[in-house]
């Protein structure tokens, strides 16, 4: 019977990690942190996605529900979102939702979310949004 390689650990914050890893806060493993456009919602297309705090609450992001805003061409490069990102509610009931963004969407991001553009040098962005649905990424 072969036996198991069994890696050390050591305890954190957020409980036993391998040796080899470290706890980092989310804003270290960034290239840039920033707030959201300001703008009202539309249902029809005047523009790009407009995604909002009720459009992350799910577990996922249903891209066919999530409605429209109208933003000037010089405005739209700041706020779009890319791949990788992670957006989270910084105000409300709904404080600390987060999503990760999955999919290239023509999309920008609202006022009330915090987008986190992660630095893939740094960490995989997939790994840091299923941590930060976690009880322990979200507490931190």
């Known amino acids: 019977m072969a036996s198991k390689v069994v890696p050390q650990t050591k305890p954190t914050i957020v409980g036993r990690i391998p040796e080899s890893w470290e706890v980092k ?16 919602a539309d249902a029809e297309p005047v523009g790009p996605k407009f995604l909002r705090i009720t459009d992350i609450v799910p577990y996922f992001i249903d891209w066919k529900t999530v409605p429209f805003c109208k933003i000037k061409n010089s405005d739209k490069e700041r706020y779009t979102l890319k791949k990788g990102d992670i957006v989270i509610a910084r105000t409300g009931a709904n404080t600390g939702a987060n999503s990760a ?40």
Do not use: H, W
């Open 25 to 40: 806060q989310l804003r270290d493993l960034c290239t840039n942190v920033s707030y959201g456009y300001t703008a009202s």
């Open 101 to 140: 963004i999955r999919l290239e969407k023509d999309a920008v991001f609202a006022s009330y979310l915090i987008r986190f553009r992660m630095d893939p040098k740094k960490a995989d962005p997939f790994f840091v949004g299923y941590i930060l649905k976690l009880r322990c990424g979200r507490i931190l």
